[in-house]
T-cell receptor, first 110, second 113 residues
Framework: QKEVEQNSGPLSVPEGAIASLNCTYSDRGSQSFFWYRQYSGKSPELIMFIYSNGDKEDGRFTAQLNKASQYVSLLIRDSQPSDSATYLC??????????WGAGTKLIIKP | DVKVTQSSRYLVKRTGEKVFLECVQD?????MFWYRQDPGLGLRLIYFSYDVKMKEKGDIPEGYSVSREKKERFSLILESASTNQTSMYLCASSLWPVPDEQFFGPGTRLTVL
């Protein structure tokens, strides 16, 4: 059974600090990696994707991928209260289907 | 602006009833998906479709069926609702061939009594 694992949290981070979210996956043939954000009572929305090893930056968000260690992380710099949400990691496996983690709840404290 | 709509935000049904959940997208996407989301379990794929009249089972298809008669519409059917099907149901769509960026509808919270 191919799996994507995330710490469920909640992860509490002071406003202005860096929030670090982690995700591990079991399928070594995985090709693409995604971070979705889901506000309470809302549906998920894509915020970042990464295909290659290393870092990818988009504004305050940085996705990091390490295929050898089978983990992907999301860093949020200068965290804002509006970043409080559940962050879902999704991995496109070798069968081309997305496998979802259960999500990490992030709370940014003013 | 891309849009995926679902027929109901909240639905309450009784055990044994036949339930229809409908999803419509206006982005001309080939792929459409039905998920259920339960606390601590994340998104679980029920069925997906990559073309009209085509369907594929996901991870948890038991107790569900789907219909895709038109490209923009994908329906989820609970043949005989049971209490363990109480959940949030999310529809999504994406371009073919790979399901990378999925656009989600607002969800239907179904309660089966």
């Amino acid at each position: 059974q191919k799996e994507v694992e995330q710490n469920s949290g909640p992860l509490s981070v002071p406003e202005g600090a860096i929030a670090s979210l982690n995700c591990t996956y079991s399928d070594r043939g995985s090709q693409s990696f995604f971070w979705y954000r889901q506000y309470s009572g809302k549906s998920p929305e894509l915020i970042m994707f990464i295909y290659s090893n290393g870092d990818k930056e988009d504004g305050r968000f940085t996705a990091q991928l390490n295929k050898a260690s089978q983990y992907v992380s999301l860093l949020i710099r200068d965290s804002q209260p509006s970043d409080s949400a559940t962050y879902l990691c999704a991995v496109r496996g070798s069968n081309y289907q997305l496998i979802w983690g259960a999500g990490t709840k992030l709370i940014i404290k003013p | 602006d891309v849009k995926v709509t679902q027929s109901s935000r909240y639905l309450v049904k009784r055990t044994g009833e036949k339930v229809f959940l409908e999803c419509v997208q206006d982005m001309d996407h080939e792929n459409m998906f039905w998920y259920r989301q339960d606390p601590g379990l994340g998104l679980r794929l029920i069925y997906f479709s990559y073309d009209v009249k085509m369907k594929e089972k996901g991870d948890i298809p038991e107790g569900y069926s789907v219909s895709r008669e038109k490209k923009e519409r994908f329906s989820l059917i609970l043949e005989s609702a049971s209490t363990n099907q109480t959940s949030m149901y999310l529809c999504a769509s994406s371009l073919w061939p790979v399901p990378d960026e999925q656009f989600f509808g607002p969800g239907t919270r179904l309660t089966v009594l």
